[in-house]
């Protein structure tokens, strides 16, 4: 079930009703159940086995009492109508917002923290937490002052330049609970990214996004438009034909070269010229590319294949030529990717029901005969059964990834674990990305958060 929005200080009828609402079954007595919350500060409680959830709740420092529903896949059974508590789980996983709370480890045990909106990480206690924000800033809000918000819904991917500025992707009309068609919106923040965004534009259908610390660039019907970063004001256009983009990407000196990822092909355009064709046209050696990645000093781009053992392929964007091409074992699903300060590569990739971390250092480049025939495959100078599954964003030195219900910050070259943290509710982000000042730009879809990632990892 969807988690309610939390109640503060409800009556016993208003908490009944919002329970007979949850209740694939209403109209019982929910009596016993808000009987059983009397004289507890805070709990989370099953409710019924038939309907599975519970009730959590939790008072603050003013002694009001937040309240919420939560969802519960192991319900306990204790007749028709039943209260089981939890000694595993916290109130505020739940009443807080999303991505607001969760379990961090520190020192080989496990606490329950908190995160506000403006960037206060610690215990409920020692910040003061109010239910949805920290003390201080609950207390601005009763005055009238405005604090932090991001925007939230359809949210696609992020993309995050050198300087910090920040746009975000939505696609607001995908989706079960969303209606009308499909657009892609984009959003502009400088950081710390709070108040009004820089600007705002949208395009109709779903459309690959890219951005770098000057430009944006769109890939409408036929055309690639390319946006100010700065101020979204339109700069130019270059015609692309009836062929599917499947991603974007800059690269290259200042990342002034647009690359497009097509089903066969890569496709190189520099915006520093009035040339409307692309620079460079490259073949895959296989017919679907589905990963696009950039080196860190932006000289090479890595064409990934689809869910077969095709090579990855790497690729000099001042050329456009075929320079490298490393062995690639995963014949199903691709967990993520990551380009690293020195120039090495790594994939996640799911081979024979394990999550397989594989590292590629840089490779020389190729010489004579490799330039007329193709490189062979590279094989991978580390093979390392992670069993992380997704790996999220990198700075370039550290990687995130997501292990079961644990996100991770892994040192990138040896895999050593920096740090764990749980978020609340099982909610895991679907897109991320180091920001300068260390903060951490995470949104699972719906929301749009901002973590310092050092205090919140316990990483030295």
């Not at 519970?54 to 009001?64: K, P, S």
């Not at 064709?277 to 073949?283: A, D, E, G, Q």
């Not at 590292?359 to 025939?373: E, I, K, N, R, V």
């Not at 730009?441 to 973590?451: E, K, M, Y």
Request: charged residues 20%; negative net charge; glycine residues 12%.
């Amino acid at each position: 079930m969807t988690p309610s929005a939390p109640l503060i200080d409800p009556t016993p009828e208003e908490l009944a009703a919002q329970l007979d609402a949850a209740a694939v079954s209403p109209g019982r007595d929910w009596g016993k159940v808000v009987a059983a919350m009397e004289g507890r500060r805070e709990g989370v409680g099953v409710v019924d086995a038939a309907d599975p959830y519970g009730v959590c709740w939790w008072t603050d420092r003013l002694g009001r009492r937040h309240c919420a529903l939560h969802g519960n896949r192991d319900p306990l059974r204790v007749g028709g109508v039943s209260v089981g508590w939890s000694s595993t789980r916290h109130p505020l996983e739940w009443i807080a917002p999303p991505l607001a709370s969760g379990w961090r480890g520190r020192s080989g045990r496990r606490e329950f923290v908190v995160i506000c909106r403006c960037g206060v990480v610690g215990t409920p206690e020692s910040v003061g937490w109010m239910g949805q924000t920290c003390g201080p800033c609950h207390d601005r809000e009763q005055e009238g002052v405005t604090t932090t918000s991001l925007p939230a819904g359809g949210i696609h991917r992020i993309h995050l330049a050198p300087s910090g500025r920040l746009v975000v992707v939505q696609e607001p009309g995908l989706g079960p609970d969303r209606y009308g068609p499909a657009q892609t919106a984009l959003t502009a923040y400088a950081p710390p990214w709070e108040g009004p965004p820089l600007w705002e534009r949208s395009w109709e259908g779903c459309r690959p996004v890219a951005a770098s610390e000057d430009l944006v660039a769109v890939a409408d019907e036929g055309e690639l438009d390319l946006i100010d970063a700065r101020d979204g004001t339109y700069r130019r256009t270059f015609r692309t034909g009836p062929e599917t983009i499947l991603q974007l990407a800059f690269a290259g000196p200042g990342r002034r070269t647009v690359v497009a990822l097509d089903p066969d092909r890569l496709r190189f355009w520099d915006t520093n010229t009035a040339v409307d064709h692309p620079r460079h046209v490259s073949r895959g050696s296989h017919p679907i590319g589905c990963i696009l990645g950039v080196t860190h000093d932006g000289s090479r781009v890595v064409r990934g294949p689809g869910v077969t053992e095709a090579p990855i392929e790497v690729y000099e964007v001042a050329s456009g030529r075929l320079i490298d091409r490393l062995e690639n074992s995963f014949a199903a699903d691709f967990g993520g990717h990551a380009c690293l300060a020195d120039g090495s590569f790594c994939l996640l990739g799911l081979r024979e029901a394990t999550w397989v971390f594989r590292h590629w250092s840089p490779g020389a480049p190729p010489g004579f005969l490799a330039t007329l025939f193709g490189p062979a495959a590279r094989r991978p100078d580390r093979v390392s059964e992670l069993g992380h599954c997704s790996l999220l964003a990198t700075d370039g030195e550290r990687l995130l990834t997501r292990d079961g219900d644990a996100l991770h910050v892994l040192e990138g070259r040896s895999l050593r674990s920096l740090g764990t943290f749980s978020p609340g509710r099982g909610l895991f982000p679907t897109t991320a990305a180091f920001a300068p000042g260390g903060a951490l730009i995470l949104s699972n879809a719906d929301t749009l958060v901002v973590w310092p990632w050092r205090e919140l990892f316990a990483v030295e």
